[in-house]
Structure formats: C-alpha cells, structure tokens
C-alpha cells in the first residue's frame, strides 16, 4: 500500500486521543469530542460540528465492531498538514445505528482536506479496522503511545515492501 500522504499514526498525534467521551446520542457525543478539540484555523467548531451531522444524517458512520467514523462530507481542512484523526473512547457505548447494530464506543473523527487524502485516510483506517491486534488495542483502550507504535510499525512496514 503506497502511503504518499500523512500516516494514520500522524494524523491521530495531531487530532488527538480523548477518553471518557461524554453523550447519550451520535449528536451528543459529537459535539463533545468537537468541543474537546484543540482549536481548528479554518473551521469553527460549531460548523465542523454541523457538518459532521448533516453527513451522519445521510447514513451512519458506524461501521461495525463498536467503531465509529464520522466525518464531514467534504474536505475542510485548509491543507495536509491540517487535516487530522481525533481517536476518542466513549465514556460508555451508545447507538450509532451501525450496519451490524452493534453500540459505539470508539471514534474516530475524520477532517481531510481533499477527496483524495480523505479517501486514503478511510482506506488506511478500514485496514486496520480489519487487524486483530488493532482491534485488541483499541477495544483495551490501551494508552495512546502503545496503540501509536503498533500503527507507526505496520506503516512502515508497508513501505518496506
């Protein structure tokens, strides 16, 4: 897998990792994790917020596996290197109306800044949403430097190849 753009590893380091995501419903939850958010140049937070609704609106972003990933239906970010990856854990699982009906308990919040970076980024997530260790990682919400090295490593791995 040629990785051309910022590694998942990257984009997580500079949107964050958030525990204990408060919120009842997607709405809630999403505002939360948008509140949490270091501050944004180019899209304030109630827009990014808004956005990120209107996509979930038109289909869930729950993919399966308690996973979430939500993001605008457009790219926002102003430039690569202000696009990111917010992982968040929820303070406790809620309905996300996922394909597999499973509750949600894990975000990952998308802001690209182009079609093509956005689609790159959800293929590098769909990927390791698919690797068991990744999974494990994730469902033990292990602290965000273990879960960063595991992506780093199978990154690099790739571009080994």
């Known amino acids: 897998m040629e990785n051309t753009l910022s590694g998942l590893a990257d984009l997580i380091t ?3 990792i958030y525990r204990g995501v408060k919120g009842n419903n997607p709405r ?8 949490s958010l270091p501050p944004l140049k180019s899209i304030p937070p109630a827009e990014l917020l808004n956005v990120v609704l209107e996509r979930e609106a038109l289909m869930s972003t729950g993919i399966g596996g ?15 290197s202000a696009q990111f990856v917010a992982l968040a854990f929820l303070e406790h699982p809620v309905d ?7 509750q949600v308990d894990t975000l990952l919040l998308i ?9 790159q980024i959800l293929s ?33 791995n790739w571009r080994n190849k």
């Open 124 to 156: 590098e997530i769909t990927y390791f949403c698919r690797q068991e260790d990744f999974l494990s990682l994730i469902k033990s919400r292990k602290e965000g430097e273990e879960l960063l090295s595991y992506i780093k490593n199978t990154e690099k």
């Open 96 to 102: 996300w109306n996922s394909l597999d009906g499973e």
């Open 14 to 16: 500079r949107g964050g």
């Open 28 to 35: 809630e939850v999403l505002k939360s994790l948008i509140s």
């Open 111 to 119: 802001v690209s800044s182009s079609a093509r970076q956005h689609l």
């Open 66 to 80: 308690g996973i979430a990933i939500p993001h605008p239906r457009n790219p926002l970010a102003e430039s690569e």
